[in-house]
């Protein structure tokens, strides 16, 4: 069995609730960097543990906290980012919905290391039974002592308030999210200036996704040191990953960083293989913004080494043959999936959720949207996927947010690896609307060769 | 003239405090999902600048925001909401099909509300639970691995709640 450190006692009955959760060792990190570390110490902890941001970008969070503005008399905050809206996505609510005290507490040390005073959960509003759960965790904590003034006679107070979205996958994008916090639109901002410098109420504001936070507790009791030494390299320590689709096993699985693909995808303690005897034909690793792999570059990188779990062999080969761990939405296709259907689905999805600020988002995601909605229901042209081509490339890089480079490359990478079926869709539009396509040479090598 | 009851407006008290002195602009999406379900289950003009007022703030502002999420309806809706998700991994596990058997049950389209103004047909994107798919959401919880049997039976269970809180 792999080390787990998140998800290592969620087997417990009652875990949810503060005594089991105490009773099991919980809120022993706050007692410890309350009691013998500086906020400077827990940073500088975070550092070593090479820990990086759980939320997609995977940015080095203890380099992201020290990057905060801290002027005197200006209050600072940290805003825990629970809006998971990325398809394929579904990690942060199962940490929150059954071991809530663990984000509770991993809140409260990085609110005591970022010195903010007043930390919010901004979390997405259709979860709404789980804003009942940590609300009911934050008053368990406050009741106990671990919230209020003066925590632990140590000086620092510290509230944690829920804030409830009400549907915009763009609120997941940090200044989106800062804006929606203040009672506006998630129009994502011009950056600079950056949130560490003028954030929330244009104060130095942290953003931080839920795992991130809960996985400093764990970090500040084993110490950064050995936190690093899990995983591969700069992929350090465990990754909650949410593997859905076509799979045996759908769910949410704590790996350590240095499993590979095959391993993740077959053995019956993940996902357990693809269901129904069914064959791989793709897979998208890391969230729907993430480049769709075919079965024959998922396990094996172009160069015919093993891919691995780690954000460094899921992008080896880059945008070409590659792909990336991005939030750790791991979905699964199997040979009787549609790409041409799928990729319509992300476009529509990235159309849906455009803020609209950016003309290339906002018209390119209703263009891809309406080319591949002819392509799927059997009115498309070959020269519609060229089109596509164009379109995509004229979004890409030329937003304000990434939320245009998230809608181009899905649809980018399903041509530059899947142009066959398009093409057929396209000249088969009436046997397209009765069967799928099927595997042609993507076959699963691993399957095919038993 | 609608008006919050004191309960409520003690509640929206609470959630004001959660935010710095001057910023209960914050506390609007809050506000504005307690308004409609209080008022209807969807926000009308009426409604939207009732909540400006509490809030203190310009009715456009209220718009604004209103408008730009998905979860605040603009039109009066029914009674229960299926807001079923339609994205790819949910299509993996069958969500077409899913949505073609709710269509025909209830006899209604997407964004459509049935006769009675029982049920509202709504297609969704991802709502986050992609490995329990197909699922759709129905008030503040989750239905999950949904089959035919189980559409039958969360309509009848409406149905009955519908009929017992009459
Ligand atoms: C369109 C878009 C949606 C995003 N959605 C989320 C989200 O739902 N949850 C999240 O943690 N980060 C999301 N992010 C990333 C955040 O902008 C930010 O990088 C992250 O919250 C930082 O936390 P981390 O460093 O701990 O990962 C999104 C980014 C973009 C561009
Ligand atoms: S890229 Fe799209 S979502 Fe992002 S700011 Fe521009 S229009 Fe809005
Ligand atoms: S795709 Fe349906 S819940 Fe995520």
């Given at each position: 069995?792999?080390?787990?450190?998140?998800?290592?006692?969620?087997?417990?009955?009652?875990?949810?609730?503060?005594?089991?959760?105490?009773?099991?060792?919980?809120?022993?990190s706050v007692e410890k960097v309350l009691k013998t570390m500086s906020p400077d110490d827990v940073t500088k902890e975070v550092k070593k543990s090479g820990l990086r941001g759980r939320g997609g970008a995977g940015f080095p969070t203890g380099l992201k906290w020290s990057f905060l503005a801290k002027p005197a008399g200006v209050p600072r905050y940290l805003v825990c980012n629970a809006d998971e809206s990325e398809p394929g996505t579904f990690k942060d609510r199962f940490l929150m919905e059954f071991i809530p005290h663990l984000l509770i507490e991993g809140l409260i040390v990085s609110s005591y290391a970022t010195g903010s005073n007043r930390t919010y959960i901004y979390i997405r509003g259709e979860f709404g039974w789980i804003v009942e759960i940590l609300e009911q965790a934050i008053a368990e904590a406050n009741n106990n002592g671990?919230?209020?003034?003066?925590?632990?006679g140590s000086g620092f107070d510290c509230e944690i308030f829920v804030h409830p979205g009400a549907g915009a996958y763009i609120c997941g994008e940090e200044t989106a999210l800062l804006e929606s916090l203040e009672?506006?639109?998630?129009?994502?901002?011009?950056?600079?200036?950056?949130?560490?410098?003028?954030?929330?109420?244009?104060?130095?504001?942290?953003?931080?996704?839920?795992?991130?936070?809960?996985?400093?507790?764990?970090?500040?009791?084993?110490?950064?040191?050995?936190?690093?030494k899990i995983g591969i390299g700069k992929?350090?320590?465990?990754?909650?990953?949410?593997?859905?689709?076509?799979?045996?096993?759908?769910?949410?699985?704590?790996?350590?960083?240095?499993?590979?693909?095959?391993?993740?995808?077959?053995?019956?303690?993940?996902?357990?293989?693809?269901?129904?005897?069914?064959?791989l034909k793709a897979c998208v690793p890391g969230g729907s913004s993430v480049p769709i792999l075919p079965a024959n570059l998922l396990l094996k990188t172009a160069k015919g080494e093993t891919r691995m779990m780690t954000y460094e062999s899921l992008s080896d080969g880059g945008f070409q043959t590659g792909s990336m761990l991005g939030s750790g939405g791991f979905i699964v296709y199997d040979e009787d999936q549609c790409i041409v259907r799928n990729t319509y689905s992300f476009a529509r999805f990235y159309r849906h959720e455009s803020c609209g600020q950016c003309s290339p988002c906002r018209e390119g995601t209703l263009w891809l949207t309406k080319i591949l909605y002819d392509i799927e229901y059997g009115k498309g042209k070959m020269k519609d996927i060229d089109l596509l081509w164009h379109v995509q490339g004229n979004i890409e890089g030329n937003t304000i947010c990434p939320l245009g480079d998230a809608a181009a490359w899905p649809v980018a990478a399903a041509i530059r690896?899947?142009?066959?079926e398009f093409e057929w869709h396209i000249t088969n539009p009436e046997e397209a609307q009765r069967r799928n396509y099927g595997l042609a040479h993507y076959a699963d090598t691993l399957q095919a060769e038993v | 003239?609608?008006?919050?009851?004191?309960?409520?407006?003690?509640?929206?008290?609470?959630?004001?405090?959660?935010?710095?002195?001057?910023?209960?602009?914050?506390?609007?999406?809050?506000?504005?999902?307690?308004?409609?379900?209080?008022?209807?289950?969807?926000?009308?003009?009426?409604?939207?600048?009732?909540?400006?007022?509490?809030?203190?703030l310009l009715p456009i502002e209220v718009y604004e925001v209103a408008t730009f999420y998905s979860m605040y309806n603009l039109k009066p809706v029914g009674r229960y909401i299926f807001e079923v998700c339609q994205t790819g991994p949910c299509i993996t596990k069958g969500?077409?099909?899913?949505?073609?058997?709710i269509e025909e049950k209830l006899g209604i389209k997407p964004g459509e509300t049935t006769a009675d103004g029982l049920f509202t047909l709504k297609t969704v994107e991802c709502l986050g639970a992609c490995g329990y798919a197909p699922m759709m959401q129905l008030g503040k919880s989750y239905r999950e691995h949904l089959t035919k049997e189980k559409v039958n039976a969360i309509i009848e269970e409406c149905r009955m709640n519908a009929e017992k809180n009459n």
């Open positions: 069995m792999a080390r787990k450190l998140l998800l290592d006692k969620i087997g417990i009955e009652g875990i949810r609730y503060y005594d089991v959760y105490r009773k099991n060792g919980g809120y022993a671990w919230l209020g003034k003066n925590i632990l009672g506006k639109r998630g129009n994502p901002r011009i950056k600079p200036p950056f949130p560490a410098v003028k954030g929330l109420y244009g104060c130095p504001t942290v953003v931080n996704n839920v795992e991130t936070l809960a996985t400093v507790v764990p970090i500040i009791s084993m110490g950064g040191d050995e936190y690093a992929s350090a320590g465990t990754k909650l990953i949410s593997a859905c689709g076509n799979i045996n096993k759908p769910g949410v699985y704590e790996i350590e960083m240095n499993i590979s693909v095959e391993e993740f995808l077959y053995s019956d303690e993940y996902c357990g293989g693809i269901a129904n005897g069914k064959r690896h899947f142009r066959d | 003239m609608i008006k919050f009851s004191e309960q409520k407006l003690k509640e929206i008290e609470q959630i004001i405090s959660h935010y710095p002195e001057g910023k209960q602009k914050s506390a609007l999406l809050p506000v504005l999902h307690i308004a409609q379900q209080e008022f209807g289950g969807w926000l009308s003009v009426e409604t939207m600048d009732y909540v400006a007022t509490v809030l203190n969500s077409d099909n899913i949505i073609k058997y």
